[in-house]
C-alpha cells in the first residue's frame, strides 16, 4: 500500500499550502479547535485546477476537507506522532527537504533570467572530450594536448573525424561527437556556457568541466518551440509472417488518402500505452523524450495536423502527427519554478561561495589557527598513497578546531573528516591547501546543517512545507493502521466477500484470429470470399489486396479495434461499417467470459474492503468529535465563487 503514501502527500500540501496567510474568519471548529477559511480556499482552488472541480463542488469538498482534519485529529489522540517508526521517517524527510531548500543564499537575478532565455533558444553541438579527473590539479597534459585538437579543428581538419579518433566520450564512436540538440539544463554548466556563446561554426577553446576537457563545435541554433503535443501510430515487429515496413506504409497510405489518423491508431497502433486513445503521447521538450529519432522527426513538423512520413526508431516504425505546439510560458510564470531547479543543478556551485558568504554572515564562525598547524604535522606520505590513519595522542587538544554559533567541531571529529577525505584531498598538491581545503568543506557543511536546525523559525514557507509533509506522513500511518494493514491480512473476510460478491469480477469474453480492414468495402468482400472457399487454419495463407491490412489479434468486446456490436462466434464474421473502414474477422477461438479464482482478483477484493472500512471509520470519527461548520462564512465563500 506504499504507493498511496503519495496522495496523501499532495493533498496535506492542498490543505496546508494557505499556511501563511492571515485571516480570522473560523470556517469550522471540530471540538473547539478552529481551521480558518483561506487555508481551505486556497486547498479548492488547487485541487480545482487538478481534478476539475467548480463551485458546485464546493460543499462537497469541505467535507472531504473536514474528513482528512478529522483523520490528523484522530491521529495525534492516538499518538501515532511519538512512535520510533513515525520519528524516524519525518526525521529522512526533513533532512531530504532541508537539503533541498537552500533559503541562505539567493540564486541572482541574472542568473536566472540568463537560464530562461536559453530555454528559449535549442543549440546542437559536436564535441570532442578528453577525460580528466575534477580533483586533478595538473592539468597541463591534457590541456595541450585540448588545445592542439582545437588548432587543428580550426585549421580545417574534420571535426567528426577528429571526435572519432580522439574523443574519450565513449558515444563518439556512434554519433562522430554529436549530441544533437539541446537547451538549458540539459549539458553540465560549464559545456552549456560554452556552447551557446559560439556562432555557429565556431570552434571553442579547451574548456574544463567536472568531466574533463571539451572541444566543442557549434552546429545549429534555432529558436525552441516549448512543448510538442503530438500522437503517434507505432508497428513493432511480432512475427516472421508481417512485415512492420509494409504494413506502417500500408497505414501511411491510408492517412495520405484522409483516413482519421486518430481512428487509425486505434486500430492498428502497436503501442499498448497510447493505441486506445488515438495515438495521442504526453507533451516533450527538446530532452525529454528517450529517443531521439522521434524527436528530430517530430521537431522538424511546423504546423498543426502536419504528419512525418514513416521512420524508424529502436522501438519500431513509427508515423507522428503534430497535434500542438505549447510555447515556453512567460519569465514571472516560469521564474520560482527556474530558481527551483537551479539550485539541484549543476550551476549551484557557482552558488556555493555566495551561500558559505552569506552563512558566515548570519552565524558566527571561529576557526582555531594553532588546530591548522597541529594537523599539518600529522599529515606524512600516507595520506597520498590514501593509507593515513588518524591517531589521537593522549594529549590530543581539548579546545576546538572550529566553532559555528556554539556548535563545536573538536579534533578528533576533525581527524576523522581528514582521513575519511583522504582519497579525494590526496590529490591536491600540498598538505597546507589539503587542510585548508578540509577545514572550508567541514566549516561550509557544519553552517548548512546548523542552518537546517534554524530554517523552521528563519523562514515561514520552509515551515509550511515541513508542517505537509509532517502530517502527510502522520495520516499515511494512521490509515495504515486502521484500514490498510487490517483489510489486506484479513484472508477471512477477503473470501466471504469473495464468495458473497462474485459478479463482480466476471471477466470479459475474448475472440482470436485474423482481423481485415480495409477503407474499400469491395476489398474486404472479395477478402471474405477468399475465406470462405478456404480450410479452416490455412486461412492465413490467403492473396490480399493491397489494401487491406492483417492483423493477427486476441481481444476483448471493450477493444477500440472493434465496434461494440460485433457478435462473438468462431468462423468469419460478417462486414461491419467502423471508424471509416470495413473490417471482417476470421475467428479461431472464443474464449468465453468467467469468474477468476480468489487469487487473481485479491486486490480488487482488497481495494473494495479498504473503500468500505474507510467509509465506516469516518462515519465513527465524526460521532466521536463535535464539527461546528461557520455557515455564515461558508455562504460567503460559496458568493465568492458564484462570481
Not at 573528516?417 to 581545503?437: A, F, G, N
Not at 489479434?553 to 464474421?573: D, H, L, R, Y
Not at 479464482?597 to 472500512?613: H, P, T, W, Y
Request: hydrophobic share 35%; net charge negative; proline share 2%.
Amino acid at each position: 500500500m506504499k504507493p498511496l503514501f503519495n496522495f496523501y502527500i499532495i493533498f496535506v500540501c492542498f490543505v496546508f499550502g494557505a499556511n501563511a496567510q492571515e485571516s480570522d474568519d473560523v470556517l469550522f471548529e471540530i471540538d473547539e479547535e478552529t481551521f480558518q477559511v483561506d487555508p481551505f480556499v486556497e486547498s479548492f482552488q488547487k485541487n480545482s485546477e487538478l481534478m476539475a472541480s467548480s463551485k458546485e463542488d464546493l460543499e462537497d469538498y469541505l467535507q472531504l476537507y473536514i474528513n482528512f482534519r478529522l483523520k490528523i485529529k484522530s491521529a495525534y489522540d492516538q499518538e501515532l506522532d511519538t512512535l520510533q517508526s513515525f520519528q524516524k521517517e519525518f526525521s529522512r524527510y526533513y533532512k531530504q527537504i532541508a537539503d533541498s531548500y537552500i533559503s541562505n543564499g539567493e540564486v541572482t537575478e541574472a542568473m536566472v533570467k540568463e537560464t530562461y532565455d536559453r530555454t528559449k533558444t535549442e543549440v546542437r553541438a559536436s564535441h570532442i572530450l578528453l577525460n580528466l579527473s575534477k580533483y586533478d590539479e595538473d592539468t597541463a597534459k591534457v590541456y595541450d594536448k585540448a588545445l592542439m585538437l582545437s588548432k587543428r579543428a580550426e585549421n580545417g581538419e574534420d571535426f567528426a573525424m577528429l571526435a572519432k579518433q580522439y574523443s574519450e566520450d565513449p558515444s563518439a564512436q556512434r554519433n562522430d561527437g554529436d549530441l544533437n540538440w539541446f537547451n538549458a539544463f540539459k549539458m553540465v554548466y560549464e559545456f552549456e556556457d560554452a556552447a551557446y556563446k559560439l556562432d555557429i561554426g565556431e570552434i571553442s577553446k579547451p574548456v574544463r568541466s567536472d568531466f574533463g576537457y571539451h572541444i566543442i563545435k557549434k552546429t545549429g541554433e534555432r529558436a525552441s518551440k516549448g512543448q510538442l503535443k503530438t500522437a503517434h501510430i507505432m508497428v513493432v515487429k511480432k512475427d516472421s509472417l508481417q512485415d512492420p515496413k509494409e504494413q506502417i506504409d500500408k497505414i501511411y497510405a491510408k492517412v495520405e488518402s484522409g483516413d482519421d489518423f486518430h481512428d487509425l491508431a486505434k486500430q492498428y497502433s502497436d503501442d499498448t500505452n497510447t493505441a486506445s486513445n488515438g495515438g495521442y503521447i504526453a507533451p516533450f521538450g527538446i530532452g525529454g523524450l528517450n529517443s531521439k529519432a522521434y524527436e528530430n522527426e517530430a521537431f522538424q513538423l511546423e504546423n498543426t495536423g502536419d504528419y512525418t512520413e514513416p521512420f524508424q526508431t529502436s522501438f519500431g516504425w513509427h508515423i507522428v502527427k503534430l497535434i500542438e505546439i505549447e510555447p515556453i510560458q512567460s519569465y514571472q510564470d516560469i521564474k520560482e519554478d527556474l530558481k527551483k531547479r537551479l539550485k539541484s543543478s549543476s550551476r549551484s556551485k557557482l552558488l556555493v561561495s555566495k551561500i558559505k558568504e552569506d552563512l558566515e554572515a548570519r552565524y558566527e564562525v571561529t576557526i582555531n589557527e594553532d588546530a591548522k598547524s597541529y594537523f599539518l604535522k600529522t599529515l606524512d606520505s600516507t595520506f597520498d598513497k590514501g593509507k593515513w590513519r588518524f591517531s589521537p595522542s593522549e594529549n590530543l587538544p581539548e579546545t576546538y578546531v572550529f566553532k559555528v554559533e556554539d556548535k563545536e567541531v573538536d579534533f578528533k571529529t576533525f581527524g576523522e573528516y581528514l582521513e575519511r577525505q583522504q582519497r579525494s584531498l590526496s590529490k591536491l598538491p600540498e598538505h597546507k591547501v589539503v587542510i585548508e581545503d578540509a577545514l572550508n568543506d567541514l566549516v561550509y557543511n557544519q553552517l548548512l546543517a546548523y542552518h537546517k536546525t534554524q530554517l523552521e523559525e528563519i523562514d515561514q514557507d520552509f515551515a509550511n512545507r515541513i508542517e505537509e509533509y509532517k502530517n502527510g506522513i502522520l495520516i499515511f500511518d494512521y490509515m495504515s493502521a486502521n484500514v490498510w494493514e487490517p483489510t489486506s491480512k484479513d484472508t477471512i473476510l477477503q473470501r466471504e466477500y469473495y464468495t458473497q460478491n462474485r459478479d463482480e469480477f466476471v471477466t470479459d469474453s475474448k475472440i482470436e484470429g485474423q482481423l481485415y480492414t480495409s477503407a474499400s468495402k469491395s476489398s474486404i468482400k472479395e477478402v471474405r470470399s477468399r475465406l470462405k472457399e478456404k480450410i479452416l487454419l490455412d486461412t492465413i495463407s490467403i492473396q490480399l489486396p493491397d489494401d487491406v491490412i492483417l492483423e493477427q489479434v486476441a481481444i476483448s468486446k471493450s477493444s477500440s479495434k472493434i465496434p461494440k456490436a460485433f457478435k462473438f462466434k468462431e468462423g468469419v464474421s460478417k462486414i461491419y461499417d467502423y471508424l471509416d473502414q470495413y473490417l471482417i474477422m476470421n475467428a479461431t477461438e472464443v474464449k468465453p467470459s468467467f469468474v477468476p479464482e480468489f487469487n487473481k482478483v485479491s486486490g480488487k477484493i482488497i481495494s473494495s474492503l479498504q473503500e468500505k472500512r474507510e467509509e465506516q471509520l469516518i462515519s465513527n470519527l465524526r460521532d466521536r468529535y463535535t464539527i461546528k461548520i461557520n455557515k455564515d462564512v461558508l455562504e460567503q465563500v460559496k458568493q465568492k465563487f458564484e462570481k
